[in-house]
Every structure is written in structure tokens, then in C-alpha cells.
């Protein structure tokens, strides 16, 4: 980390969007998706007792009051860098829980496996999980994975349409959540989608890990791989949880059951 350290800087750190709570409680990270901020958990912050829980969100890398640094490739190493440095710049309490929602989920198992002293227990909500090539899957799931990865492929290919699109979707469908894909957020979102998502290798990761971990997907998830869930589910520290009449999103329904997950894992 020594040389990454050196070619990104040691003076910035991420966006603290909010920190509540006292600092000797048990501390809960959030973080968010890709091209979205720490607005993704605001149906979250009326579910916590914050007499219980530190509660921290914040914006990624890229994304929100974040910084964008030039040169930055925005892969999990450089996006798990600016979460580590502004974990320790807060002096959170370990070992910490971690609730990430899609990309968020994607770096929290990402961050714990190069920090599982720090983590005490896992959340992923919504996590885009696709198997590499080289794991064991049926022709179905290969070609579902496939096909996500051509439409990614098609999104960072064509920056004009997918803002326009992006915009478009969130005028006609009135969302006020944070999600957005801009001139401003461009570059992150390009190379986090092709760093951090599609070149993921988060079941390998996730195998070797043996906290608690709680899966949440709504059964209307448009990103989700359902068989690749399944297999992370058949891990022995691993609680899948269904949401019915759910997307990808993080609306009430999933924050109550984001809530009861939190609460069951003490």
C-alpha cells in the first residue's frame, strides 16, 4: 500500500456524509453503490437506535463531495484505500460491521478480505455477484453473467447515451435517490464498472471469509444473477433474505429488512 499511498496522497479522504452516534458503540459503515452517494441510505437513518450503534456513511470514491483523483483507476485497491484512510482518520472502533449496497457490497467483501481483523460482520444488499469463467456454472448463468457484461461493456462505450439515458430515466420516474450518471462522475463510473464490477472476483473472495454475512435481494432485482446468490448462499456463514415486490434499490421495505438483519446479527 506504501507505493499506492505515494502515487494518490495521504491528504484526502472521502466525504463523511454522516457519523452519528457515540464513538465507543459499535460502529456501522454503509456504503453505497456505484454512481450513487450516501443518499442510497436515507430510508436507513430512521431505522437505527443511535444510542446503540455508531453510524457511519460515506461517499466513494468519484461519487458525491468525494475526491476524484487524476490518475485514478478506480479499482478496489485504490477505492478500499480511501475507505481504510478515512475509517482510521475517524478512529472507528473495531472490529466494525460493514453494510454495502451493490458496488458498496462488492468492496465491503473486497475490504475484508484484506482487513478480516478489522470486520465483524458482513451485510451485502443487492450485490452484483458474477462468476469469472474459470468457476464451475451452467450454460444459463454463464449466459445471464454474459449478457449483463455486454450491456456494461455497451454503457462505458458510449458515454453520450448512457448520461442522456441516465437522465431521461430519473426525469420520467421522478428519482430523487442520488443514483445519477453525470459529466461529473463519468470517469469513476466507467472505471469502477469495469474494475471493480465486472472484474470482480468477489465468490473467490467470499469462500475464504468466515464472519457472519446476511445477503438481501429483492426478487425483482434487474442486476442480480440469481444461481451465482444461490451458490454464495450454500456457504456455511452465509443468510440469504428475499424481499418480495423488491428491486435493486434501497426503498423502506429493504431498509426494514436491512434493520432486522442488523439486529439479528447483534
Avoid at 478480505?113 to 469463467?133: A, C, F, H, N
Avoid at 474459470?134 to 454474459?146: A, E, G, N, V, Y
Avoid at 454503457?155 to 431521461?168: D, L, N, P, V
Wanted: with cysteine; charged share 25%.
Amino acid at each position: 500500500m506504501g507505493l499506492l499511498s505515494k502515487i494518490l496522497g495521504r491528504n484526502k479522504l472521502l466525504h463523511v456524509a454522516f457519523d452519528q452516534g457515540d464513538k465507543s458503540l459499535e460502529t456501522l459503515v454503509f456504503l453505497h453503490g456505484i454512481a450513487a452517494t450516501s443518499r442510497t441510505w436515507e430510508n436507513m437513518r430512521y431505522q437505527i437506535d443511535y444510542t446503540k450503534y455508531r453510524v457511519i456513511a460515506l461517499d466513494l470514491l468519484g461519487f458525491g463531495k468525494s475526491p476524484a483523483p487524476q490518475g485514478c483507476n478506480y479499482t478496489p485497491e485504490e477505492h478500499i484505500h480511501y475507505i481504510n484512510l478515512t475509517l482510521d482518520h475517524l478512529k472507528v472502533k473495531q472490529p466494525f460491521s460493514l453494510i454495502g449496497h451493490s458496488m458498496g457490497s462488492l468492496l465491503s467483501v473486497d475490504y475484508t478480505t484484506r482487513y478480516p481483523d478489522r470486520v465483524k460482520q458482513m451485510i451485502l444488499v443487492s450485490p452484483p455477484i458474477y462468476l469469472g469463467d474459470s468457476l464451475k456454472q451452467d450454460s444459463q448463468t454463464r449466459m445471464t453473467t454474459r449478457f449483463y457484461k455486454n450491456v456494461y461493456d455497451f454503457f462505458r462505450s458510449h458515454s453520450e447515451f448512457t448520461i442522456e439515458g441516465a437522465k431521461q430515466v430519473r426525469s420520467l420516474l421522478k428519482l430523487d435517490d442520488g443514483i445519477d450518471v453525470t459529466d461529473q462522475n463519468w470517469r469513476a463510473f466507467r472505471l469502477s464498472l469495469e474494475n471493480t464490477i465486472e472484474h470482480q472476483k468477489t465468490y473467490q473472495e467470499l469462500v475464504k471469509i468466515r464472519i457472519p454475512i446476511t445477503i438481501i435481494i429483492g426478487d425483482l432485482d434487474e442486476f442480480a444473477v440469481k444461481p451465482a446468490i444461490k451458490m454464495v448462499a450454500k456457504l456455511p456463514n452465509v443468510q440469504l433474505k428475499q424481499v418480495p415486490i423488491s428491486d435493486h434499490i434501497v426503498s423502506k421495505r429493504m431498509a426494514g429488512v436491512i434493520k432486522q438483519a442488523i439486529l439479528e446479527q447483534g
